[in-house]
């Protein structure tokens, strides 16, 4: 059985120093006890004077460094198979009259980081590779790795996206849900088209499987009642369009007839839904003769 970690409490000790455990180093290998420091400050800790090992706490009268945007995964949803990991990208931009030298980040879903409730995932790395585009602001990146290991279906969501970053004088700003991201179950399709060859005006039956990740089994099964749509390209030409709508089964079996008119290439095409991707297959070639 997998043991899942919780979004937890963390101790004063900034997430950007050495202090940081990489998540490869969490303990069974999995995320099941955050570690103090991971990210940025909890709500109870955050210190107000320097302590031993830490950067130094700007004066009271500096001013906190802004958030600009930040881009997860190059914006799109992060897709997980049924065993496989997906490393992500988080790139967070912020500005301050110092400059900025670091920043940290996590994925999660709760009520609140400090109340221990949800689940979460950590940054990769001990501190982010930060890039100036000025002397005041820098995008800094890291990574995350979202393992299928450690996800049951219900996490097939909207998750929150924490953002933390430090400015050279030693202020920051912690933001715990400052945007968020889609984790969605990854969705594949077969399509078979026959006979072939086929003649003109003939009968063309096409089949094929729809089916998804399942994290609670670690498999793929197939996806009942969903809206698939089969398409059609030309031989001689390069963009599909849309036959005709089909129904999967409870199964995930798809299957329809159309009529031959011309070589070409048949596939099915899924939309997805909000907790599972959407998905197109290579199109199976038809001769017609």
């Not at 009259?97 to 409730?117: K, N, P, R």
Request: glycine fraction near 8%; include cysteine.
């Amino acid at each position: 059985m997998r043991i899942r970690a919780t979004v937890a409490a963390v101790s004063g000790a900034l997430a950007l120093s050495a202090l940081a455990v990489p998540a490869s180093q969490a303990a069974d290998g999995h995320r099941d006890a955050p570690t103090p420091g991971r990210y940025g400050f909890s709500a109870q800790e955050r210190p107000a004077a320097p302590q031993a090992g830490q950067r130094a706490l700007a004066k009271a009268a500096a001013v906190a460094p802004t958030l600009g945007k930040i881009v997860v995964n190059g914006g799109k949803p992060i897709v997980v198979g049924s065993t496989n990991a997906q490393k992500v990208t988080v790139a967070i931009t912020a500005s301050d009259d110092s400059g900025i030298v670091d920043a940290s980040t996590i994925l999660w879903f709760g009520d609140a980081i400090e109340d221990g409730s949800g689940y979460a995932f950590y940054q990769n790395e001990y501190a982010a590779t930060c890039k100036a585009a000025s002397a005041t602001t820098s995008t800094c990146t890291l990574t995350v790795t979202v393992d299928s290991k450690e996800l049951i279906n219900t996490d097939a969501r909207t998750w929150k996206v924490g953002a933390f970053a430090l400015a050279a004088d030693g202020e920051y700003i912690q933001k715990d849900a400052y945007s968020t991201v889609k984790i969605q179950r990854q969705s594949k399709l077969t399509v078979n088209a026959a006979p072939e060859p086929v003649k003109k005006g003939g009968t063309i039956t096409v089949t094929g499987n729809l089916t998804r990740a399942d994290w609670d089994k670690n498999k793929y099964v197939g996806f009942g009642t969903q809206s698939v749509v089969l398409q059609f390209r030309k031989k001689s030409s390069t963009a599909y369009t849309n036959v005709k709508g089909v129904k999967s089964s409870s199964t995930g079996a798809l299957k329809t007839t159309v009529k031959a008119s011309e070589d070409g290439y048949y596939r099915w095409n899924y939309l997805g839904i909000a907790s599972t991707a959407p998905v197109a297959v290579a199109g199976d070639y038809i001769d017609v003769k």
